[in-house]
Structure formats: structure tokens, C-alpha cells
């Protein structure tokens, strides 16, 4: 979890991942929060040590912390204030369900409050800021049906804007970095496409037969 | 937000405005409506149903019909869209409009789009006194005639907690603005469509809520549960039940509209293009 390995980036060889071990330099956290510079010097790393640096990872384990974390967020990019590494354009929350759900349930409606004030710093970041937000959502089943559904019930699928259905590849010759994507909400694009990922090299592969003739 | 007009356009008599009002509503819901007599001006049409059943995309279809040239089969009046969270998409809405334009050129959009007036709202006190100060709007611009919001639950569950244990109080920015779009709907004659999500499951075990139950034999194939206040319960005089065909080969949206008084049905079928909704049949 964490462990830089070789591949997870490109450029980061296992060479590049030994040279870095014997710096004390295990995880991608290590990596984020070390001095890159001298890194850079000692490893003889170039510009690429350089991207791992834009990524700016905050921790948030509870609804207070991630509110607290996108409001610094929104007066820091409304001042204009710009780190070494640029002004921010992406937010990735991963994953609201970890903060979000174990305020539902029960007849508590200051959690369904709480997730809407979540729900609305997001949308302004987005909205007013120009930020693209993705956030990660699980899966649960219903309780009548067995069907699979998004997590965090109704009020929260009006949410997002956009939605896609990340699943395990199935059938003959899927092997195991196979993934596929279906769009399953859009503000603009027909629902129902779908694609094949492979994780492990981040290629595309041939698109789902079933839906080849929906206009992209 | 500069707002100009003439003492004459301020006193002009609502009446003037009829035949256009009226037209409105007919030719958008060819169908639904066409059967009662009261003909649509000052009227109030609530959207409901979940999520990703076509609502938003409809209020797309409006808009562009209403401020299309007469020329290209529109109504030339102008249209009011307040927004309230953050779901209005304007590269959306210049799609629909170049596709249903015979030359689609920057200018022609320009000026349809210099009938479209739209307003953001973040709580239910904004959207209160956003209500308040566009009065003078409606004043202003005779020929704003379509007022939408979008959507009027989105405050609902801030609402619920900022007023505490008293129900009245969770209601009573929201029962204030269903009153003066009432208002604003009687004086400027203008016709209303709010939309409202499906954020209520209907079985009864659910969470308490706060209005009485509302039930009608007829809701019974409608997924429908009424959450908002009385207040605005009783200005809506039309509901109009979206849904969407979940099997995979279907990409088919309907609708079920139903006239509060007299308690007609209609249902409709559509489907959404790159040119907005399009409908399919007509089952009367």
C-alpha cells in the first residue's frame, strides 16, 4: 500500500526504486515528503521526481477534517497563492464513502446535512474555481432486490454530475489487470458506453462488442 | 446586476402578455395539457423523479423552445433559470440550441442566449432573497415569461437541520419562497417549473418526516413520497413523474403528468438526442 515498486509511475525503474530504498525512501509518502532535491542530486533523478511533487496528499479521516481540508483548499487557490508545484486543477477524494457513511443510517439527519455541505464545497470548488473533482464511491447491494447499487443512497446520487461504473473484466481471457469503465451518468454523452483498461500498462483495449455502435 | 426599464414597461397591464403566455405551455407538453381550460398562464409545474431520468435534460428543451426565434419554431420569450446546485451545464444548452437551428451561427446563438438570464443560489435564504430582488426583473422584461428552478429540494436536509427540533421552523424559508413564487407567478403571469428529486423512498418504515401524508391511490406506480413543505404542495398544480426504463436496450425515458384538481393522467415517452428530448408517442 504505498510501496513504491517498479512500474507504478512512468520512469520509476527498479533500479530507480533501489536507489531510492537505500536512501530510506520505502513508500510513495516518504517520497512526497522528502527533501527532492537532495534526493534528486544523490539518485541522479531528473524531472521526474519533479511530478511526484505536484501531488499534494492530505490526510482527512473524518467529515470536520475534509471540510476543513476543502475550505484551506478553496482560500488558498482563491488567493492565488501558487506552491512550487503550480496552482491546484484536480481534487481526487478517496474515498467519500470512508467519511460519509458511517454518519447515515438511523434517523439522524444531521449526517444527510452534513454530507449536502460536503457535497456543496465540492460542487464550488468545481464550479466556481475550475477545479476538475473526482471522487471514489463504493458499492452496495439493495436490500430487497440484491441489486448492486452506488453507495450513499439517494441524496447523494444527484450529486455528481458525471458517474462511472469501475468493474472487475469478466469472460474468457480476462486476466487480472483488466478493468472496465461504463458511463453511467453524463451531463452531455449517452450513457451505456464502456471500455476495457488494462491497470497494468494503462492501455485501452478493444471496445465492448455489445456497444459499438453508440456514438461516442 | 444593472436592471433597466421605462416607468410604461413597469405599468404595463399583465394581460398584454396573454397570447404569448398561453401559448407556452401547448405547444411544449403537446398532449398532456391540451385537455383542460385553463390555459397555463400563472401555472405551476413540479418535476419529480430520481436521478438521471431526464429532468434537467426537459427543462433544457423548454428553455431552448422558449428562446428560439420564431422563425426556427421557438416563442422568443425570455427565460429565468435559477440554479441551486451547481447542475446547470451552459455547453450543454449551446449543443441543444445548434442542433436546433437551421444555420448555427455564433451570432444567431448569441442572441438566443441574450434571452437566457441565470441565477446561482447556495441555501434556501439565498434563494429567498434572490426571489425578492428579481421582482424588479419581472417588472422590467414583459416578455420573461418562464421562471425555472432547479432543483427546490437541494437545501432540504441543511434546511431540516438548521431549524432544529421545530418542524415549522425547517420549513419556514422554504414555505416563504413557495409563497412568493406563487405570488410572482400570479403577477407577472408566468408559468413555473421547479423540479424536485426523489430523495424519499416510498415505504412507510423510513425516516420521519414532515408533512402529512399526501398519498393518492393514483401514486401507487409512482415512486413518490411528498417531503416539502404544505406550503408548497399546495401552490403545484401540475406533477409531472419522471422515470427511466432500466433494462440495457432501452434508452427510454417516461413521464406521467398529473393535473392536481382534476386528477387527469397523461403519460409520454421520450428519448434524449444531441439535440435535447425528443418525443416518441402519445398515449392519451
Known amino acids: 500500500m504505498g510501496l513504491l515498486r517498479a512500474g507504478l509511475c512512468p520512469g520509476l525503474t527498479q533500479d530507480v526504486v533501489q536507489l531510492l530504498r ?28 519533479g511530478a511526484l511533487q505536484r501531488i499534494q496528499v492530505v490526510h482527512a479521516f473524518d467529515i470536520f477534517q475534509m471540510l476543513d481540508a476543502l475550505q484551506d483548499l478553496r482560500s488558498t487557490v482563491a488567493q492565488q497563492v501558487s506552491g ?37 464545497e465540492l460542487k464550488t470548488l468545481a464550479r466556481d474555481l475550475g477545479l476538475a473533482v473526482v471522487v471514489t ?21 444527484f450529486v455528481p454530475s458525471t458517474r462511472i461504473l469501475l468493474d472487475t473484466g469478466e469472460g474468457a481471457g480476462a486476466s487480472g489487470s483488466q478493468r472496465t469503465a461504463c458511463l453511467i451518468k453524463s451531463p452531455r454523452l449517452p450513457t451505456g458506453f464502456q471500455e476495457t483498461v488494462d491497470i497494468g500498462t494503462w492501455g485501452t483495449l478493444k471496445q465492448s462488442p455489445a456497444l459499438q455502435g453508440h456514438p461516442t | 446586476m444593472l436592471l433597466e426599464f421605462s416607468a410604461r414597461e413597469l405599468w404595463a397591464p399583465p394581460c398584454v402578455c396573454e397570447t404569448a403566455q398561453s401559448r407556452i405551455a401547448l405547444p411544449i407538453m403537446p398532449v398532456t395539457l391540451r385537455n383542460t381550460r385553463d390555459c397555463f398562464s400563472c401555472d405551476i409545474l413540479e418535476f419529480h423523479g430520481p436521478e438521471g431520468t431526464g429532468k434537467t435534460e426537459m427543462l433544457y428543451h423548454l428553455t431552448a ?92 436536509w441543511i434546511d431540516r437541520v438548521n431549524g432544529g427540533e421545530s418542524v415549522n421552523l425547517q ?64 401552490v403545484v398544480k401540475h406533477r409531472i413523474f ?17 393535473h392536481l384538481k382534476s386528477n387527469n393522467l397523461k403519460k409520454h415517452f421520450f428519448i434524449i ?4 428530448v425528443e418525443f416518441c408517442s402519445y398515449v392519451s
Open chain 2, 242 to 258: 419522471f422515470s427511466k426504463d432500466d433494462s440495457k436496450t432501452s434508452n427510454q425515458f417516461s413521464l406521467v403528468s398529473r
Open chain 1, 22 to 49: 537505500g536512501r530510506g525512501i520505502r513508500t510513495v509518502v516518504d517520497l512526497v515528503s522528502a527533501d527532492l532535491e537532495e534526493v534528486a542530486q544523490k539518485c541522479g533523478l531528473s524531472y521526474k521526481a
Open chain 1, 84 to 120: 512550487s508545484s503550480g496552482t491546484v486543477k484536480v481534487v481526487v477524494v478517496d474515498s467519500v464513502t470512508a467519511v460519509v457513511s458511517p454518519l447515515l443510517g438511523g434517523q439522524q439527519r444531521e449526517g444527510l446535512a452534513l454530507m449536502m455541505q460536503l457535497a456543496q
Open chain 2, 171 to 234: 420549513e419556514s424559508t422554504l414555505k416563504k419562497c413557495s409563497q412568493f413564487l406563487e405570488k410572482l407567478v400570479k403577477e407577472y403571469r408566468l408559468v413555473l417549473f421547479a423540479t424536485t428529486q426523489s430523495i424519499m423512498r416510498k415505504t412507510s418504515h423510513l425516516r420521519e418526516g414532515p408533512s402529512s401524508a399526501f398519498t393518492h391511490p393514483s401514486d401507487a406506480g409512482v415512486d413518490y413520497r411528498p417531503y416539502l413543505c404544505k406550503a408548497w404542495q399546495q
Open chain 1, 137 to 157: 464511491n463504493h458499492m452496495t447491494r439493495e436490500r430487497d432486490s440484491g441489486k448492486l447499487k452506488p453507495a450513499l443512497g439517494r441524496s447523494w446520487s
Open chain 2, 65 to 156: 423552445r422558449c428562446i428560439l426565434p420564431k422563425s426556427e419554431g421557438g416563442l422568443e420569450v425570455e427565460v429565468l433559470f435559477i440554479d441551486t446546485d451547481y447542475h446547470f451545464d451552459m455547453l450543454r444548452l449551446v449543443t441543444v440550441l445548434e442542433h436546433r437551428l437551421s444555420q448555427s451561427c455564433e451570432e444567431v446563438v448569441k442572441r438566443c442566449l441574450g434571452r437566457f438570464f441565470l441565477v446561482y443560489c447556495s441555501s434556501s435564504i439565498q434563494l429567498l432573497l434572490t426571489l425578492y430582488s428579481l421582482e424588479a426583473m419581472f417588472c422590467g422584461h414583459p416578455s420573461l415569461r418562464l421562471l425555472i428552478v432547479d432543483s427546490l429540494s437541494a437545501f432540504y
Open chain 2, 273 to 276: 438526442g444531441e439535440s435535447g
